[in-house]
C-alpha cells in the first residue's frame, strides 16, 4: 500500500504554514503601514486655500508673531483662525480692492467667516490642548515644521500616537524657553541635553503616557 501522505507533501505543507504567517501577520503590517503613509495621512500636501495666505511674507517679510493671527494658542485648546477683520487693517485700499482680496471683501460684506480649510487635525478620539504645550515651552515648530517657509501650509507631522509619544516619554529633547516658543529655526543656545534638563525642572515638566492623557 502507497505511504498515505508521499515525501512531498510535507514541502507543501511546509510552503502552506509560511504562506499562512505571511497572511496573517504581512496584510495587517501591511495595512498599517499604509494607513500611516504620508499619501493616506495626506501628510506634506499643500492645501488650497479660499485666498492665497502665505505665511512667508507675514511672518518672515513683516515679522508679525504667530500668536497675533492665532490669538488664543496660548489660553484655549485651540490656536484660533483669525477672523476676516484681522486682515483688513495692514493692507491698502487698491491691494484690498483687488482681485485676490475678492473673498476678504465678500466675507466682510455678509459678515460670514473665510472658509479655511482645515490643515492639521486629529481623530475625534483623541484629546489636544494648545495652552499646555505652549506653556511648557513646545515650540510650534516641533509640531508644525517650519511654517515660515510654507508658502501653503501642510501638515508637517505624523500626528500618530507613536509621534505624539515620542515626545511625551521624552519631553527633555524638545523643550526650548517659553520666549522662543514661536521662533522658527530655533537654535539652543547650550547644547539642548543641558537646557532641556533644566528647563523640564524650571517648568515642571512631566511624562504624560497615561491612555488617560489623550483619550478621555
Ligand atoms: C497675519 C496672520 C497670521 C500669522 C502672523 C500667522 N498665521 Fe498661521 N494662519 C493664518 C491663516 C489666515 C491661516 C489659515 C489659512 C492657511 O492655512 O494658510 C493660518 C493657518 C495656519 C496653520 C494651519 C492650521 C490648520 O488648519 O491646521 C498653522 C499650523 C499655522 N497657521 C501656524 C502658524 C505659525 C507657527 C505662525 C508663526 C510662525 C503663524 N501661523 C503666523 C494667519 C496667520
Ligand atoms: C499686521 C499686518 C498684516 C496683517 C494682519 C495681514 N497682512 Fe497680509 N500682508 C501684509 C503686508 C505688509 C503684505 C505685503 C505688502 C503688500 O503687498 O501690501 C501682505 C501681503 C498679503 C498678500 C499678498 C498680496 C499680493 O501682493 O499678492 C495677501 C494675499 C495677504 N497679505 C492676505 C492677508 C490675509 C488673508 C490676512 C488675514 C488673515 C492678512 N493678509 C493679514 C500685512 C498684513
Ligand atoms: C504639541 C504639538 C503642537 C504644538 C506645540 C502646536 N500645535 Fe498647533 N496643532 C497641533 C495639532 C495636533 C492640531 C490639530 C488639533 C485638532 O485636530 O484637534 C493643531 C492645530 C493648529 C491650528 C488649527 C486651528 C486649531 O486651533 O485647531 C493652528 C492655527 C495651529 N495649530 C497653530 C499653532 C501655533 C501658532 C502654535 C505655536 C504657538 C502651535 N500650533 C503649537 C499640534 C501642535
Ligand atoms: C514635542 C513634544 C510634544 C509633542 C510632539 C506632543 N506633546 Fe503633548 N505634551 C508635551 C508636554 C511637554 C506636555 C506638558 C506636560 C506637563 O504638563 O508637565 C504635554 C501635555 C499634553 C497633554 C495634557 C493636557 C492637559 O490638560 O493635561 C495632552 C492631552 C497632550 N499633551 C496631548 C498630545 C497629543 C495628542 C499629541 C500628538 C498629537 C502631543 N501631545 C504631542 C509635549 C509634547
Ligand atoms: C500623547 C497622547 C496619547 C497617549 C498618551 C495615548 N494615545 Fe492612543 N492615540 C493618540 C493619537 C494621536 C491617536 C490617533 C493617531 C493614530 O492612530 O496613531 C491615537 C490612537 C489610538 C488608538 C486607535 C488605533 C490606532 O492605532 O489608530 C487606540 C486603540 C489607542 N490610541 C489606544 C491607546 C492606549 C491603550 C494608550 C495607553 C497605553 C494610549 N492610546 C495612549 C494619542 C495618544
Known amino acids: ?9 510535507n514541502v507543501v505543507a ?57 490669538f488664543s494658542v496660548e489660553r484655549s485648546s485651540t490656536a484660533g ?33 473665510l472658509q479655511w480649510k482645515r490643515v492639521t487635525s486629529l481623530p475625534g478620539f483623541v484629546y489636544f490642548n494648545h495652552a499646555i504645550h505652549v506653556n511648557k515651552g513646545v515650540g510650534c515648530e516641533s509640531c508644525h515644521g517650519r511654517v515660515d517657509q510654507m508658502a501653503t501650509v501642510y501638515q508637517a507631522a505624523p500626528l500618530t500616537m507613536g509621534w505624539c509619544l515620542s515626545c511625551h516619554r521624552y519631553p527633555a529633547a524638545f523643550v526650548r524657553p517659553r520666549a522662543e516658543v514661536t521662533a522658527m529655526g530655533y537654535a539652543p543656545r547650550q547644547p539642548q541635553r543641558v537646557i532641556g534638563a533644566r528647563l523640564v525642572r524650571e517648568y515642571h515638566v512631566r511624562r504624560l503616557t497615561n491612555c488617560t492623557t489623550c483619550h478621555r
Open 81 to 113: 483662525i483669525p477672523p476676516t477683520s484681522t486682515c483688513v487693517p495692514c493692507h491698502s485700499q487698491t491691494l484690498l480692492g483687488s482681485s485676490t482680496f475678492a473673498p476678504v471683501r465678500r466675507s466682510m460684506e455678509a459678515n460670514t467667516p
Open 1 to 9: 500500500m502507497p505511504a498515505l501522505f508521499p515525501p512531498w507533501t
Open 14 to 70: 511546509r510552503a502552506s504554514l509560511i504562506a499562512a504567517v505571511v497572511l496573517v501577520v504581512g496584510v495587517p503590517a501591511a495595512l498599517m503601514a499604509w494607513v500611516r503613509a504620508p499619501n493616506a495621512t495626506r501628510r506634506y500636501e499643500p492645501v488650497a486655500q479660499p485666498i492665497a495666505f502665505d505665511h512667508r511674507v507675514h511672518v518672515v517679510g513683516e515679522h508679525i508673531d504667530c500668536r497675533y493671527c492665532h
